[in-house]
């Protein structure tokens, strides 16, 4: 079972080396598999090619700028049927919960590799299409005794999976924000339910300075982002009134596995 690795980075070519570049390969990952998604006009755009040329690491340079337009662009990129496994440029490792608490409840993933080949493996044997992975590498908070589960539940970008459908409504993006849970929603709308490895979680610094989300967002954008998804999904997002953050929150209302709906059915409020 073979599978893509990609990456969009932007001003963190050291980072990415240190960080997720040297996870995957450690981890097995065969690096001819990993493309790096760079920005032509990253002010680090030689150093990139000259680190990424020296480690046998695929570098795609684009003329996109942000997070959301590079992913656009590797759906362009790969053919339909291809699984992609899509990555931060941040992550120092990946963690499995062996136990429900204490020192030694958390394991570090060694073999990637296997690890990436089952979830597609899972993932399409329960007729599925994306994956993701339990967001707080914290086994409090994760389960050491599911492996998955195949509801509605919040399919994090830092570290994530699909086969990859070009024009196929699951790959939409109608918000500029809040492209985490539209993913989401979409593939259990349309696919009937994600696969999220509930006892597996990767480990990151995701608010460093720099990198792809660096793009420059303000409040009134992410409001118009919540606000239009809440409207399309209406019994199916709700807003987090309780997290302290400066940006709006909205959280996903727990669903069940369905048998999905054929792609000409839009979300159940995009019309109103």
Known sequence: MNYSVVIPSYQRPEGLVRKTLSTLLAGGVPREAITVYLHAHDPFIDTYIDLLGG?????????????????????????????IVSMDDDIKRVMRAVAPSG?????????????FRQMFADTEREGLHVWGAAPVPNAFYMRHDRPYSTGLKLVMFNLYGFVNRPGHPVHVQTVKYKDEQELTLRAWWYDGGVLRSDDTAPVGEFYTPGGCQADGRNYAEVLRSSEALVAQWPDYLRWNTKKKSEWPEVDLVRQPRTGGHPVDVPPPGASA
């Open 55 to 83: 480690m046998g690491v695929n570098a795609r340079i684009t003329n996109h700028r942000g997070i959301g337009p590079q992913r656009q662009q590797i759906l362009r990129d790969f053919p339909a049927g291809e699984r």
């Open 103 to 115: 020192k030694d409840a958390l394991v570090q993933v060694a073999d990637l590799d296997a690890w």
